[in-house]
Each structure stands twice: as C-alpha cells, then as structure tokens.
C-alpha cells in the first residue's frame, strides 16, 4: 500500500527557494517512480518532475528545468523537490504521485499525496 503526505509548502516571494518532501507511509517506495505535478486554480494539473526508482533517469518539464531539482532517498521512503529562483507563474498546489511507468502524465500514476500549497508573490 502507497501513501504519500507532501509537505514544505507555503509563501515566498519571487526569487525564493521551497523545498517540498513527499513521504510514503506504506513499505513499497523504492519499486515506484516518483512524480511532483501541479496545479494552479482554473488550470489542468501539469506534470513537473520524474524520478526513476534508482535516480538513474530523471525528467524535467521545460518550466522549471534549471531551476527544480527532484531527488529521492529509498532509505527514508521519501521524494524531494528543491525549487529555486521560484516565479509567481509557479504557484500552484504541488501534488506528488507514485508509478510504475516513468511517464509524464496523470495516467502513469497510481497513487497521489493530498497535495501542498506553494505561493509565489511578485
């Protein structure tokens, strides 16, 4: 069983750091891929980060490439995402999701945290 609990949002300003963590409270963590998505109001929720089992492949959306880091520790079931030089365009509530195909869309996730707030004043 999955259960993923995102925390670290909250409000910074524009050119801040975040750095959000994704907890998996069931014993599977290291045979999933890892995913951060987001969701900003009014909008579709878009794919961020992927992070393969053994942090082998990693994959970026082009938004945030340079500027995110996505990591992952199996030892301590849990998924980071280190966001830098944020922007108010990255406002969004930050959900973090567990899969099997290392892929860029909802559908290649089975499981999902109930998501973290992250705001970004200009």
């Known amino acids: 069983q999955v259960q993923l609990v995102e925390s670290g949002g909250g409000l910074v300003q524009a050119g801040a750091s975040l750095s959000l963590s994704c907890v998996d409270a069931?014993?599977?963590?290291?045979?999933?891929?890892m995913g951060w998505f987001r969701q900003a109001p009014g909008k579709e929720r878009e794919f961020v980060a992927t992070i393969g089992r053994s942090s082998m492949i990693i994959h970026y959306t082009e938004s945030v490439r340079g500027r995110f880091t996505i990591s992952r520790d199996n030892a301590k079931n849990t998924a980071y995402l280190q966001m830098n030089s944020l922007k108010p365009e990255d406002t969004a509530v930050y959900y973090c999701a567990a899969g099997t195909l290392l892929g860029t869309g909802i559908k290649d996730y089975n499981y999902w945290g109930q998501g973290t707030q992250v705001t970004v004043s200009s």
């Open positions: 069931g014993r599977t963590f290291s045979a999933h891929d």
